[in-house]
């Protein structure tokens, strides 16, 4: 797994793109403080920039790095989540610009895959994670089932938890400060 990290933090460093596993569904990820890499996935996946992306960081230290205030209720949630948990925050800070939704916000999940949180770790950015298809179309449960448009469209396939398969995608929930809760995807 050490090696399998280093490759990727390599292509990460140059502003490339990965598709590598997650907690959740194969994910294709940069590093979401670069905006030209974040450019790159909206490229691929043909996506609008005006719908939003997702990041994932590997604890609630570096979740306190990316968000101006985190509200409270975000802890608690995130504690008792029983499956992958994306909280929409209000007022991400020191990420690409581009990363950033039109209100202010931003989607980060706090990332329990093994692979991807020693990843985490040890780059010590957040990545942005999409799901691993042309917007759109059905996301890919199986490594297996990635179009080739998108396995030749990224810098880097992760060679880890290939024959894993997720069909879960995270709950996603959007909090304010002033404590307004909005249960997004269940």
């Known amino acids: 797994m050490r090696e399998e990290i280093e490759k990727t933090i390599q292509v990460l460093k140059r ?14 990820g940069c590093d979401a403080t670069n905006a030209e890499a974040v450019d790159k996935v ?6 609008a920039e005006a719908k939003s992306l997702i990041c994932l960081v590997s604890d609630f230290k570096m979740l306190n790095q990316y968000v101006e205030e985190i509200p409270e209720m975000a802890y ?3 504690k008792y989540a029983d499956k992958p948990t994306t909280i929409i925050y209000p007022d991400p800070i020191r ?3 581009n990363v950033i939704n039109d209100d202010n916000t931003l989607g980060i999940r706090v990332c329990r895959n093994a692979f991807c949180n020693k990843l985490l770790k040890k780059f010590r950015k957040p990545l ?6 042309i ?17 030749d469209g990224v810098d880097y396939i992760v060679d880890f938890d290939r024959d894993v398969k997720n069909n879960k ?4 929930i959007k909090l304010d400060l002033d404590g307004k809760v909005e249960v997004i995807r269940k």
């Open 42 to 47: 909206f490229a691929l996946k043909k996506r």
């Open 135 to 151: 917007s759109g179309e059905p996301t890919p449960l199986h490594f297996n089932e990635i179009s080739q448009t998108i396995k």
């Open 76 to 78: 608690d949630i995130l």
């Open 169 to 172: 995608p995270s709950t996603i």
């Open 15 to 28: 502003g490339g793109l990965i598709l590598y596993p997650t907690d959740t569904v194969w994910g294709i």
């Open 128 to 133: 942005v994670s999409t799901s691993a298809n």
């Open 95 to 97: 990420v690409a610009m």
